[in-house]
């Protein structure tokens, strides 16, 4: 009974405490279930060595001498690690690493382990987390500096497995990137960073010194190189440091049965001159690299027959050239420039030299590039004075117009097909341009002028010629011989520019004058309107200026057809010069060309002024461009020297009708506003101690000067246009100009005072120098100085009280014009008062009686006044006389009435029926 009742006490305790647990939260047991144990990994599982027990198994004193142990070691470590170290345990890898390096000389049983190892560091490092790129980068980029050093080790095994490695690490990406479980490779852009900022390229190229007599590990390394320089800046730059492009330029020609060596080290050198700068030219700019250079084209220019040696010959051509452009290589000295002299002109010109036996060109495409190198490093040579006698002696200007003369289509043997035939006589043509003028005798021996005019004439011709165009010199030339053209007038220009009379007056006996204006004259009777075309023309007006400039004689060989000729360039449309055509550069050339060919000539000048030239000049100094005013104004003054020209001038009128001595004013303003001279809203002088010194020159400091040299001043005078205006007007005059206005009056009285105000300039310079270099002059001087500088100062008061009491006057005229006006409103508007007043006197007679009968006796007084009176004594006829009054009487009104008046005297059939009706 005690325990049924204890079990009913119980039950109710039971229940009591399983709702005690419903009120309370269940707690979650912590236990996390990994992908490892759910078998969802993927991968291998690395089981790591302990690397610091190997590291005291291989340092340790006791265990030294264990070998077998060592190796042992060493190749459990390649099995585990066979997909790559980890990232944390490369200091244990590279103390083990050098450990062995330092016993490879006596034991070579460390000679496999070692490669193997390697073989595992040109792999990604495997990371455990994603920070551990960034967190372990500095023990990386020593790991990587240790795989250079380890380039002591005298073994080749050694060395060969540590050029695999770098190449492996830096040149190939992760093969895998799930081969362990939790670990992930470091990315190949990371690996690359590491081996940039490592200095294992400098540590490379140090270490060629090492294998002067092991062919295959310098080409190893020579490898490493080559994929380090092809597209890293930073690796080039370290290997300049290290003297790089020195070191291998000296070492390529060493013997080598394949010619690899050759080849990688030039492929080395380009990619320093590449991606390296000026310092790979500095490196090889020395007597043992260019012997070298020479050595190794010299050899492939005579027996290389492939494809790969000539690929490898141009190769070395394309260095040479851009060391040439060093000015301290010595490729005269070294007689490398003489040999490319030879190289470059033996297909034209005949040599017996023995190495030109054999030696010919083709038509491949290799050959065809050397041939058009060798003829751009003419060019380049040509920069050194000293080459100029060698490029003399080797006959280059008769090899280079081999190539100036007409193309006929027609291929021989041997020869250049005619798309390569046109582009290297464009290439020469170019080259001639600079060489002619260094080697002018041998241009007049060559006869050049006359080849050129030969080949201008061909141009000219109607012969088909089928052009391709496809050089750089041959643009806008396909299917016509407009890149002939081009380049014979630019030599030609060339020519002429050189200042060469003999030259010149060659060119001008052959007729060269009548010929390029009838090749003007064609250009006007077509449609030639773009880019070629305009610089074609250009340089035809330049090459006429240049002959044409200081002989009167040439001046009028020029004559009526070249006026004409200029007048149509003068009369283009000014819109034209911003259309980006070179219409701005043709116009410029056709003043520059009125200047040197019309004008300086009585007759020339008379054509001109006949056709209206100066009228076309100033027009376009209205409308042209601010560069364009200095060169008209200069072609306007010394045409003003001829007396005619200064009515030409006065009768222009342009624009909204303005004159020609507004608008100089007027550039005379823009020129100062654009220069900052001190001026006020009038235009008046402001400061009268500088009154007409731009902003530059007030803030310039004062400083001491060789006598030579130019003062701000004088330079001032030929920065803008002032003083061509100023001169100008000393031509036209100060007074009696048409059409100014009184803001270019006051602007005259500056212009007029132009040159003593310079004067006042340079004399206050003049002192102003004497006191910065603490120079006393004598009393005389100093007075005189004085006396100049208080002159000057008076004359700009005296301009700046002109100015203002013209515009004073300007005030007062304005203001009487102004009364004027109003009188004449006034007037205007009188009529139309006087009926205001006639209305007002109406309504007043109408409402006020007393005034109406006043205005009735005021006009019965003006009719009184206005009848005729009899004169005195003449009584006898007053009396005879009859006066007919016409106004009705008692009448209130001032207005007639009754205007009609019957005369009886007056028969009615001489009125007829209207008299009749009236009656």
Known sequence: MAAVSSMRRQTPNRHTEM????????????????????????????????????????????????????????????????????????VHVFKILNICADRVAQHTCYVQPMCKLLHICGLSYLTEKMSDESAYSQIVIESVSQMGYLMRVPNSSVRSALA?????????????????????????????????SSDVAETLVKSLSLFHNNLEIQLKILRVLQKLSCSSAVNCDKMLQSEAAYRICCEMNSPDPSGYLLFISVEIIWNLLELGGDEVTKQLANLQCVNALKEAFRELMISGCSNYEKQLRNDLLVITTLLCQNPSAPIVESGFAKQIVLFATF?????????????????????FELKKMLINLLEILSKDHAALQILSDGKVLLSLFHYVKSDDGKVKPRDWSPAQFEELQLHAMSALNKLSVLLIDDYMICQGNTRLLLLLEWCLGKE???????????????????????????????????????????????????????????????DCDNAIDIELQCDILYILSRLCENDIHRKELFGGQGVDILIQYLKANPAKLSSGLGHHRLMLASVDATWCCAIGCFSTEDLLLEKGGVFYLIDLLQSCPRNMHNLILGCLLELCENPKTIAHIHTWRGMSDITAPHLLIQLWREEEKSMGVLRDETGCIVDITAPIAGAMQREQVVVPQSATALSSSIVDVSENLRAKIYALFAKLGFSDLPGLTTQDYVALAVIEKYLDFKLGEVWLEISSELQVENVVATSPDQEALETINRAASERAKGVAMLQTELLEAEKQQDLHEEKLFYAEVKENHKQQKNTISRWEDFVKRTSDHNHLVDCKNQQQKSIESSKTKPRQGNTTKKLSTTFHDTTSKNLNTTTFQGRHVTVESTPAELTGERAQLLG
Do not use: W
């Not at 010109?349 to 054999?358: A, D, E, F, G, T």
């Not at 007038?489 to 020519?495: C, E, G, I, P, Y």
């Open 164 to 196: 695999d490695a770098l190449i492996s690490l830096y040149c190939n990406p992760p093969t895998s990137q799930d081969v362990y479980q939790d670990l992930k490779p470091a990315s190949h852009e990371y690996n690359i960073r590491m081996v940039e």
């Open 19 to 90: 709702q005690n647990t419903e009120d309370k939260q269940i707690p979650v047991v912590a236990y996390i279930i990994t992908d490892d144990e759910a078998g969802l990994t993927q991968g291998l599982k690395l089981r790591p060595v302990e690397l610091t027990r190997v590291v005291r198994l291989l340092s340790d004193p006791h265990s030294s001498q264990l070998f077998e142990r060592h190796v042992h070691a060493l190749n459990r470590i390649t099995l585990k690690y066979e997909y790559g170290f980890l990232i944390r345990d490369l």
């Open 464 to 526: 088909p010629f089928t052009g391709h165009g496809n050089s750089f010199h041959g643009s806008g030339g396909r299917g016509n011989k407009k890149a002939q053209m081009r380049q014979c007038l630019r030599l030609l220009l060339a020519v002429v520019s050189n200042s060469n009379e003999i030259a010149s007056k060659d060119l001008c006996d052959q007729g060269i004058l009548n010929q390029l204006l009838d090749v003007l004259e064609n250009f006007f009777s077509t």
């Open 347 to 367: 297909s034209e010109v005949k040599s017996y030299n023995p190495l030109l036996r054999n030696l010919k060109l083709t038509q491949s495409h290799e050959d």
